[in-house]
């Protein structure tokens, strides 16, 4: 079974450039999340799907970060424009519902110049 | 705001030894859950327990859970190599609630 795909990896950027991520979840999983992890810290949720509705994006920076989750499968994570802070590993992970297990992506690395 | 600590931030053992991370958190809980990290990869669940629990065992890992005090241990026995990595714990306050992430654990396993 394919694991949680996100791309690219890595990315780097300068401050007040725009970048998204991208996200595959797990086949047959409704719930999707998105992660923030800075150096040294836990991840930090985003925003969750519930198929293609936004459940909780209490966390998100709405006036930079927009995400969508079109068709309730992938995902797309974007920030616009970039600031230095946003410089962190932004992780995804999918489960079934929001109660099971979840399954995380290997990340991408963001680098804000 | 986090919900849980991981104690201590750092550890480092040899080889063979126990290896033992406390959490602490501050509301009641669902359940509490513990993830393992790998330098450069996403995270990898380990092992669930709810809050009506108190012990859950999986091949080298124990994990207990205290709620009187707020409190839930991982144990890794017999240590190796590969066991070196960050470990959070993660709590959950109610079934459909988000899962709040803590610090984390570096653990260094000396071979």
């Known amino acids: 079974e394919a694991g949680v795909v996100q791309s690219p990896r890595y990315k780097i950027i300068e401050k007040k450039q725009p970048v998204a991520f991208w996200c595959n979840p797990i086949s047959g999983h409704n719930t999707l999340y998105w992660y923030r992890q800075n150096l040294g810290q836990g991840p930090e949720l985003l925003i969750r799907y519930e198929n293609e509705e936004a459940v909780d994006d209490s966390q998100l920076p709405k006036d930079r970060f927009s995400a969508e989750r079109l068709k309730g499968v992938d995902s797309t994570l974007k920030i616009q424009p970039a600031e230095l802070g946003d410089s962190a590993v932004y992780l995804c992970?999918?489960?079934?519902?929001?109660?099971?297990?979840?399954?995380f992506g290997p990340g991408t690395r963001l680098t804000v110049l | 705001s986090q919900q849980g600590e991981e104690d201590p931030q750092a550890l480092s053992i040899q080889e063979g030894e126990n290896a033992t991370m406390n959490c602490s958190y501050k509301t009641s809980i669902n359940n509490l859950q513990w993830y393992r990290q790998n330098s450069g990869r996403g995270l990898v669940h380990l092992i669930l327990i709810r809050s009506n629990e108190r012990e859950k065992h999986s091949g080298r890992l124990r994990v207990t859970l205290d709620t009187s005090k707020k409190s839930s241990s991982l144990l890794i026995t017999a240590s190796r190599a590969a066991d070196t990595a960050s470990y959070f714990c993660a709590t959950v306050k109610t079934s459909y609630d988000k899962v709040i992430f803590g610090p984390g654990t570096s653990l260094s396993v000396i071979p």
């Open positions: 992970a999918s489960s079934l519902a929001a109660v099971n297990t979840q399954y």
